[in-house]
């Protein structure tokens, strides 16, 4: 076998990350390569055992991530998710095969109604099962195979197909609750019997999946883990398709703080949770809801004078785990205008981000910009200025240049605006209804597009009427759906650089689907 999650201890729960994989397939959830790159590093580092990369033969940006992924590992295990054929498994192994050790999943789905879907009978998906797992053993030592909608699977024909994949080599089984479905002691009673009946299952190590469609997925995961369980499957923020999957933060920080009753161990450095949770909601454009167990707001925010009162006396009264467990550092005031660069990378390292020399240059001369405009930068001013878009948009083909808004108690409101769109710069003035409707309108009449706005989504980064607004964006055209985001203390230049950080998405995937997207048809009204 290969990989160090093959000889896991009674107590070693395996933790799987599927936040590049299972994550990112929920709609509007799309990340670029650099920053799939970037969260694969920063998973490797806070010690998840399995980054399940991507889905190799989905599209050769898929492909292309999941290999390079796979180069860059460190200590992670790295997966690739294969259909039960062999070309997805022989496109897995491709991408997967440069990691120092590497795994290959593959699936499908065993319920009645995926089998009618497939229109395979139960012996034809048994010999299937048999013939992908055996293939995909014999172009990689550790396998995972899994049952998709298992928990909607007949019990007999699931053991079954079980002692099939483990007869041909799989080494994980994994049984995923595709739609939510189960509960807490039915998840618990499943792993059970299987573990208990089908022939060859202590030779193996059960996996759980389990997505979070009734509110029930960290229960349940927790509760295959107490049957005997010891992979988690699960992603950051618990990102994942519908209502996603189970939350990385939330069964790792669970058996952490009910050690007394779930006495496991994972190999997770929990102090790095805040910022991939920042990361992963940056990138993603899928922001935190702030009562979120763990990484939330407030989560930590004891806001009632009972509470306080309490706390102060003592933390423990409310408070079941420290801030400083999961990586919040006391207290967040960090600099003023009067912080040096040295400061700056300092900071920007504690919070996670590794600097080159001319990335700190850029980022100076926006933190100097902030602190001019804002008396106190706190930890989350920084984090948004780093997730601002045009941080990274060196190569950004359209950028914002000017902006200014007349607003006023009289519709429409006006927006002057210059975009410099390939190098020229373009002006237009448009009216709209409210000011962001009428920058908006500016964009759409200097770079004219089909593209269908789906979401746009405003949150004040700090407290106080000069705190940061970020801003996020989701376009869709013909059915691809892309995100943009930024942060400035203006809620409209914020809102302005989403939308454009958005369009310079669209472009890039116009041209790498050989659109005729590679021309920006701007109209020049100036
Ligand atoms: O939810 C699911 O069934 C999956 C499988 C591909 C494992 O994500
Ligand atoms: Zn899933």
Same mark, same amino acid.
Request: aromatic residues 4%.
């Given at each position: 076998?290969?990989?160090?999650?093959?000889?896991?201890?009674?107590?070693?729960?395996?933790?799987?990350?599927?936040?590049?994989?299972?994550?990112?397939?929920?709609?509007?959830?799309?990340?670029?390569?650099?920053?799939?790159?970037?969260?694969?590093?920063?998973?490797?580092?806070?010690?998840?055992?399995?980054?399940?990369?991507?889905?190799?033969?989905?599209?050769?940006?898929?492909?292309?991530?999941?290999?390079?992924?796979?180069?860059?590992?460190?200590?992670? !295990?790295?997966?690739?998710?294969?259909?039960?054929?062999?070309?997805?498994?022989?496109?897995?192994?491709?991408?997967?095969?440069?990691?120092?050790?590497? %795994?290959?999943?593959?699936?499908?789905?065993?319920?009645?109604?995926?089998?009618?879907?497939?229109?395979?009978?139960?012996?034809?998906?048994?010999?299937?099962?048999?013939?992908?797992?055996?293939?995909?053993?014999?172009?990689?030592?550790?396998?995972?195979?899994?049952?998709?909608?298992?928990?909607?699977?007949?019990?007999?024909?699931?053991?079954?197909?079980?002692?099939?994949?483990?007869?041909?080599? #799989?080494?994980?089984?994994?049984?995923?609750?595709?739609?939510?479905?189960?509960?807490?002691?039915?998840?618990?009673?499943?792993?059970?019997?299987?573990?208990?009946?089908?022939?060859?299952?202590?030779?193996?190590?059960?996996?759980?999946?389990?997505?979070?469609?009734?509110?029930?997925?960290?229960?349940?995961?927790?509760?295959?883990?107490?049957?005997? #369980?010891?992979?988690?499957?699960?992603?950051?923020?618990?990102?994942?398709?519908?209502?996603?999957?189970?939350?990385?933060?939330?069964? !790792?920080? =669970?058996?952490? !703080?009910?050690?007394?009753?779930? @006495?496991?161990?994972?190999?997770?450095?929990?102090?790095?949770?805040?910022?991939?949770?920042? %990361?992963?909601?940056?990138?993603?454009?899928?922001?935190?809801? @702030?009562?979120?167990?763990?990484?939330?707001?407030? #989560?930590?925010?004891?806001?009632?004078?009972?509470?306080?009162?309490?706390?102060? /006396?003592?933390?423990?009264?409310?408070?079941?785990?420290?801030? =400083?467990?999961?990586?919040?550092?006391?207290?967040?005031?960090?600099?003023?205008?009067?912080?040096?660069?040295?400061?700056?990378?300092?900071?920007? #390292?504690?919070?996670?981000?590794?600097?080159?020399?001319?990335?700190?240059?850029?980022?100076?001369?926006?933190?100097?910009?902030?602190?001019?405009?804002?008396?106190? $930068?706190?930890?989350?001013?920084?984090?948004?200025?780093?997730?601002?878009?045009?941080?990274?948009?060196?190569?950004?083909?359209?950028?914002?240049?000017?902006?200014?808004?007349?607003?006023?108690?009289?519709?429409?409101?006006?927006?002057?605006?210059?975009?410099?769109?390939?190098?020229?710069?373009?002006? $237009?003035?448009?009216?709209?209804?409210?000011?962001?409707?009428?920058?908006?309108?500016?964009?759409?009449?200097?770079? @004219?597009?089909?593209?269908?706005?789906?979401?746009?989504?405003?949150?004040?980064?700090?407290?106080?009427?000069?705190?940061?607004?970020?801003?996020?964006?989701?376009?869709?055209?013909?059915?691809?759906?892309?995100?943009?985001?930024?942060?400035?203390?203006?809620?409209?230049?914020?809102?302005?650089?989403?939308?454009?950080? =958005?369009?310079?998405?669209?472009?890039?995937?116009?041209?790498?689907?050989?659109?005729?997207? /590679?021309?920006?048809?701007?109209?020049?009204?100036?």
């Amino acid at each position: 076998m290969t990989g160090s999650t093959d000889t896991t201890a009674q107590d070693r729960v395996v933790i799987f990350d599927t936040t590049l994989r299972d994550g990112e397939q929920s709609p509007g959830a799309t990340m670029t390569h650099a920053e799939k790159l970037e969260i694969a590093s920063l998973l490797d580092d806070m010690g998840v055992d399995i980054i399940e990369a991507g889905f190799p033969i989905a599209s050769e940006g898929d492909f292309n991530a999941v290999s390079e992924i796979a180069k860059a590992s460190r200590n992670s !295990v790295i997966c690739g998710l294969a259909r039960a054929n062999f070309k997805d498994i022989d496109r897995a192994w491709e991408a997967v095969k440069h990691a120092a050790q590497p %795994r290959i999943h593959t699936f499908i789905g065993t319920s009645p109604l995926h089998r009618d879907i497939t229109q395979l009978s139960q012996e034809e998906m048994a010999d299937r099962i048999h013939e992908t797992v055996t293939h995909a053993r014999n172009l990689c030592e550790n396998v995972q195979w899994s049952p998709m909608d298992a928990t909607r699977t007949e019990h007999d024909y699931l053991k079954r197909v079980v002692e099939i994949a483990i007869k041909a080599g #799989a080494t994980t089984i994994n049984i995923p609750d595709t739609v939510g479905y189960t509960a807490p002691r039915e998840s618990a009673k499943l792993i059970e019997m299987l573990i208990n009946e089908v022939p060859g299952a202590d030779e193996i190590i059960f996996a759980t999946h389990c997505h979070n469609d009734l509110g029930m997925a960290t229960a349940n995961a927790l509760a295959a883990v107490e049957a005997g #369980a010891r992979q988690i499957e699960c992603t950051i923020n618990g990102l994942g398709e519908r209502a996603g999957n189970t939350a990385l933060e939330e069964v !790792v920080m =669970a058996m952490r !703080v009910r050690n007394d009753i779930m @006495p496991f161990t994972t190999g997770i450095d929990t102090t790095k949770i805040i910022g991939l949770s920042r %990361r992963v909601a940056a990138v993603s454009g899928f922001s935190v809801q @702030p009562n979120k167990a763990i990484v939330g707001k407030n #989560a930590f925010a004891h806001e009632s004078g009972i509470h306080q009162d309490g706390m102060l /006396k003592n933390a423990e009264t409310f408070e079941i785990m420290r801030p =400083a467990d999961i990586g919040l550092t006391e207290t967040n005031l960090v600099m003023g205008k009067h912080s040096g660069r040295a400061a700056l990378r300092a900071k920007l #390292a504690d919070l996670g981000y590794e600097l080159a020399d001319n990335q700190l240059k850029d980022v100076f001369v926006r933190f100097k910009a902030l602190a001019d405009r804002k008396k106190e $930068v706190y930890d989350d001013d920084l984090v948004a200025l780093m997730s601002d878009a045009s941080v990274e948009a060196g190569n950004d083909r359209i950028k914002v240049k000017f902006l200014r808004v007349i607003c006023g108690t009289e519709a429409p409101q006006s927006a002057d605006l210059t975009l410099t769109i390939d190098g020229e710069d373009h002006q $237009v003035t448009a009216q709209g209804d409210g000011p962001v409707d009428a920058t908006f309108n500016a964009v759409k009449a200097l770079v @004219p597009h089909q593209a269908r706005l789906q979401l746009y989504q405003v949150h004040a980064v700090t407290q106080g009427t000069d705190a940061q607004a970020t801003v996020s964006v989701r376009m869709e055209e013909e059915g691809k759906l892309v995100t943009g985001s930024s942060a400035d203390t203006d809620t409209v230049v914020a809102s302005a650089k989403a939308y454009v950080a =958005a369009l310079n998405r669209l472009l890039v995937r116009r041209e790498k689907s050989g659109h005729d997207g /590679k021309e920006i048809h701007y109209q020049d009204v100036s």
